[in-house]
């Protein structure tokens, strides 16, 4: 058997093996051949393994998280004695990386076929590794994409993702960047015919547009802001795909989306969304209200000003307006002091 190239310990046993040939080349002249054919030790390079560079740090952002999964994924090496070609260096067409970053996939076992899940389809899988209090069962369950409540809590969702990227009898072990426990396992055993957005009809995606709409508004009072955001975003996604101008209920959702944004610190996504909603109707006073607080947490008092103002042109008594109106005066008095102080300094 030839010797691999370029490896400093292979190069030593190659010379004594030179030695024993040349002692009993005498005695058997056919023991050249015996020699080539006895098997090597594995080469040092191959059986350290764990020194190779992975795939998945090329992926990760936290080198903490990316060190424990790592290990997790390639499993303890100084516990296996085969041969050098049981050990098989992971490759990076065994990971997938969703596109928005939350997680990375390791395909354990590859499935069958080129169909994988669409929306409305029932899925037999089974999940185990979830950590506690993530909402959701372990063991054999049914999951059906785009339905129900097991959606609205942040595994369900990534579970949801990588369901819709995987084939029958696919196994996979899901790692979050930063997430210090062990991999999620997740195995698709069946799921039944689904279908794409685009192959439902109008009255198909208002209905569902419906659901979700429903199913935020209750997130949404019981505290769950960012559950009530995911739900009225994905119903929008449903109604933009209809001819414009769209159902009505586009501008409900978007300024209910607002007021989810506005509580967790988005106020920047707030402005785009009450500015859709102020498209269709220029006088919705729960979008300008909503807009003029989000300028304002922007430092864009005048606008916010604006919009404040329109709020109490109409409605005179709203005391929520009244009190944030009066917060962005206090503010923009503050910021004029402050620019009047350092002209001072600068040409006084």
Known sequence: MEMPPDQPKG??????????????SQKNLDSTSQIRQQPRDPPTEILELGECPDPISQILENPQGTEKLAAELEGDFDKSHGSASDLQPLQASNFWHCPDGSFVKKIVTSGRGLDKPKLGSRCRVLVWGLPFGSGLPEGWTELTLG?????EETWGELLEKCLESMCKGEEAELQLPGHSGPPVRLTLASFTQGRDSWELEASEKEALAREEHAQGTELFRAGNPKGAARCYGRALRLLLTLPPPGPPERTTLHANLAACQLLLGQPQLAVQSCDRVLEREPGHLKALYRRG?????????????????KVLAVDTKNRAAQEELGKVVIQRKKQDAGLAQGLRKMFG
């Open 11 to 24: 190069e030593e046993d190659t010379s004594q093996a030179q030695q024993q040939w040349k002692k009993n």
């Open 147 to 151: 339905i129900g409540p097991w959606r």
């Open 293 to 309: 607080v989000a300028q304002a947490a922007l430092g864009n008092l005048e606008k916010a000003t604006d919009d404040l103002k």
